[in-house]
């Protein structure tokens, strides 16, 4: 006689993690305090702790409109509005690997954990990726809607090319680093790549 699927899930006490939340652009832009109960918008730390959320992505998504000299500061600037977020409120706790997570989760925290979309955002520069991961992202999209000089996007007529010599030695370091490969909005040829 086995247990219930519900009983079992109390017993594993799951972590619900979700990959992608677009919250920080609000957090910075519009002073956006998450954590209180919200009017409006679909993420606040008390709707997320009620519906069971345990982690988060928060998506530190740097619009194409920013480029070299912007893009990167304005990754720096989404990820000071998260950091501010688990700096001031003892319910979220920024996570950078499985176990903080799970440490988050038992103490009845929500885990926050960082995420890039848009590998302009680095503006063709590995050290600007070293310095993301020093402060806690773990995944980034090659690219968003636009493409980049060193990957294609998928909706980006003026660049669908894949990965170039460039684009390549990002993917290294990332994989080096531990970083997840985010290949949502890519070219197919960038998503094609067979050697790096």
């Known amino acids: 006689m086995g247990l219930s699927l519900g009983l079992l ?46 982690a988060a992505f928060f998506s530190i998504w740097v619009d194409a409109r920013y480029g070299p000299g912007s893009a990167f500061k304005r990754a720096l600037a989404l990820m000071d509005a998260v950091h501010a977020l688990v700096d001031t409120q003892p319910l979220a706790e920024l996570a950078t690997n499985a176990d903080e997570v799970r440490g988050a989760v038992k103490r009845g925290h929500v885990a926050v954990l960082l995420g890039v979309e848009g590998g302009h955002a680095i503006e063709n520069s590995l050290e600007k990726l070293d310095s993301l991961y020093g402060r806690g992202v773990r995944y980034m999209t090659l690219t968003w809607n ?43 040829s960038t998503f094609c790549c067979r050697r790096l």
């Open 9 to 54: 899930l109390v017993l594993q006490q799951p972590i619900i993690l979700d990959g992608h939340i677009d919250t920080p652009q609000r957090m910075l832009d519009m002073k956006t305090d998450i954590s209180a109960r919200l009017p409006d918008g679909h993420v606040d730390i008390p709707r997320m702790q009620e519906g069971g959320l345990s």
């Open 146 to 188: 636009n493409g980049n000089d060193w990957a294609g996007s998928s909706t980006d007529e003026l660049r669908h090319g894949g990965l170039t010599d460039l684009g390549k030695r990002v993917v290294r370091r990332m994989n080096e680093l531990g970083m997840l490969v985010d290949l949502s909005h890519v070219s197919d």
